[in-house]
């Protein structure tokens, strides 16, 4: 029997589970009142593996759910999938009266009370596996008027399932997006138009959280610096950012003395949309401590044989610089400083302590580091 759903009300629900997908076990149960079914289910299936899937569902008993899964998939009489949104049922399949003899017949759909069931293909991928609606029509065989009202909804329901898609792939990209800027040790904020904060990863986050040398106010970056801070409103004054192809730099200083350098940079719109969920981003600003992070240069070791004590006097080298310095700082002669100096040229190619640096610099890692 037919029931109450009317095809505007269901269009207009099929598409708001387009945009929220919770909302399909509430679709499935107007399109089952619709075609006049017993039960009705979203579900996917396996061509290859005869697995199947159950998304969605109503009138079904959940152990009659599980069993599908489980075993009975691989007798449904789908074994052959038909063409895109064509609505076929078991005798379009296969023989009949053949098939009440075997096990999804006598196993799982005669004791629903069940006779035939109407499916159709919703959604292909590009492996062997398919999104299909399912209506159980019950004591009866699955007849015209059932096909043609199934038939009616079926280029809705397709394109609800692709916004569903295209959405599920636009968060996944956003937060692989966020997940990598999250593993750098510069600070990373995606600002809008009028220099507000789009986005901030781990590290931005927790330099606003300090509320220092940045800070947000009322959403939007400001700077301790008032030399920095008016640059950047210069920049974004009238909703237009104007950096140029390279962007600019900004110093900036901590309450400690400790300095920072900001790079802004424009986003181009490739770049934007990469960024999903972040699109309104016209620009970045990459902030980061000017000191060097070499946690036990470990690959500098690896990457040019050093000892352990010549690793030593290449690092304290960058921090204090100077023969006399390092010597200090390491606590050993000034002598044996050069010596090891003698040997960091050679086993690097290198032969001013400033070339030594700038190999540093080239070896320093942009991650961050576990706590």
């Given amino acids: 029997m037919l029931g109450t759903t009317k095809l505007p009300n269901l269009i207009e629900e099929i598409y708001d589970a387009a945009l929220e997908p919770a909302l399909w076990n509430n679709v499935v149960a107007s399109i089952n009142d619709f075609v006049g079914?017993?039960?009705?289910?979203?579900?996917?299936?396996?061509?290859?593996?005869?697995?199947?899937?159950?998304?969605?569902?109503?009138?079904?008993?959940?152990?009659?759910?599980?069993?599908?899964?489980?075993?009975?998939?691989?007798?449904?009489?789908l074994t052959v999938l038909p063409p895109l949104g064509q609505v076929v049922s078991i005798p379009d399949l296969l023989h009949y009266d053949e098939y009440r003899q075997g096990p999804f017949y006598q196993?799982?759909?005669?004791?629903?009370?069940?006779?035939d069931i109407a499916n159709v293909?919703?959604?292909?991928?590009?492996?062997?596996?398919?999104?299909?609606?399912?209506?159980?029509?019950?004591?009866?065989?699955?007849d015209d008027e059932m096909r043609r009202r199934i038939a009616l909804i079926v280029p809705h329901a397709h394109r609800a399932l692709r916004i569903n898609q295209a959405i599920d792939s636009s968060r996944s990209t956003?937060?692989?997006?966020?997940?990598?800027l999250d593993g750098l040790s510069a600070g990373i904020f995606l600002l809008d138009a009028?220099?507000?904060?789009?986005?901030?990863?781990?590290?931005?986050?927790?330099?606003?959280?300090?509320?220092?040398?940045?800070?947000?106010?009322?959403?939007?970056?400001?700077?301790?610096n008032g030399q920095a801070n008016q640059a950047l409103r210069e920049i974004f004054a009238g909703n237009a950012v104007a950096l140029g192809v390279k962007g600019i730099s900004l110093p900036l200083i901590a309450h400690d003395g400790e300095r920072y350098v900001a790079h802004l940079l424009p986003l181009t719109a490739a770049a934007r949309a990469a960024t999903g969920a972040t699109y309104g981003a016209v620009a970045a600003l990459f902030?980061?401590?000017?000191?060097?992070?070499?946690?036990g240069g470990e690959l500098l070791?690896?990457?040019?044989?050093?000892?352990?004590?010549?690793?030593?006097?290449?690092?304290?080298?960058?921090?204090?610089?100077g023969v006399a310095a390092v010597a200090n700082a390491v606590g050993i002669s000034e002598?044996?400083?050069?010596?090891?100096?003698?040997?960091?040229?050679?086993?690097?190619?290198?032969?001013?302590?400033?070339?030594?640096?700038?190999?540093i610099l080239a070896h320093a890692s942009p991650l961050r580091q576990a706590t």
């Fill in 174 to 180: 956003a937060a692989t997006f966020s997940d990598a």
């Fill in 121 to 142: 293909v919703l959604e292909k991928s590009s492996s062997n596996s398919a999104v299909l609606l399912a209506v159980l029509s019950g004591a009866r065989m699955v």
């Fill in 287 to 295: 902030v980061r401590k000017v000191a060097l992070d070499i946690p």
């Fill in 301 to 321: 070791a690896r990457a040019f044989h050093l000892t352990p004590a010549e690793l030593r006097v290449l690092l304290a080298l960058s921090e204090v610089g």
């Fill in 107 to 115: 196993e799982w759909l005669r004791p629903q009370g069940c006779v």
């Fill in 37 to 77: 079914g017993q039960a009705c289910g979203v579900i996917s299936k396996d061509t290859m593996s005869q697995s199947g899937l159950t998304y969605y569902y109503c009138g079904v008993d959940p152990h009659y759910i599980q069993l599908y899964s489980d075993t009975h998939a691989r007798y449904d009489h």
């Fill in 194 to 224: 009028g220099g507000r904060i789009v986005h901030a990863n781990a590290a931005g986050g927790e330099m606003l959280g300090a509320e220092d040398f940045l800070c947000s106010v009322n959403g939007q970056l400001v700077t301790r």
């Fill in 335 to 359: 002598a044996t400083v050069k010596t090891h100096l003698q040997r960091l040229f050679a086993k690097t190619g290198t032969n001013r302590q400033i070339d030594l640096v700038k190999l």
